[in-house]
């Protein structure tokens, strides 16, 4: 079992940057690096997308087309803590992010929602123009 909880979300206008943090907590014998971790972002009508992923044990990152070169998805495996530093934003970046995680390596390419089994409560990011 592994909880996820979302920080530092709010709201910054086009251009800016913020970071979001997701903390981890497991309650298995299951090491952190063992688990593929993953920022979706949710926009009301819209479908969820999965935006970038981080493999903890080899530290291999996946970007979607729409942020790549935007946002950096990071890990501090002593905190359990991953981390999205989000630059450039745009209006269409609003959503409500969330974290997710999976054990085992992440999956090539675009990222499902159905290949992960443990969800964060999400934390909103609102960018003005």
């Known amino acids: 079992l592994v909880e996820l909880v979302e920080s530092g979300g709010g709201s910054v206008q086009a251009g800016g940057s913020l970071r979001i943090s997701c903390r981890a907590s497991?309650?298995?014998?299951?090491?952190?690096?063992?688990?593929?971790l993953a920022w979706f972002r949710h926009a009301p009508g819209k479908e969820r997308e999965g935006v970038a992923s981080i493999y903890g044990g080899r530290g291999t990152t996946y970007y979607a087309d729409s942020v790549k070169g935007r946002f950096t998805i990071s890990q501090d495996r002593a905190q359990n803590t991953m981390y999205l530093q989000m630059n450039s934003l745009t209006p269409e970046d609003s959503a409500m992010y969330y974290c997710a995680a999976d054990r085992g390596s992440c999956p090539i390419g675009r990222l499902r929602t159905a290949d992960f089994a443990y969800w964060g409560q999400g934390t909103q990011v609102t960018v003005s123009s």
């Open positions: 497991t309650y298995s014998y299951t090491t952190y690096s063992t688990y593929c």
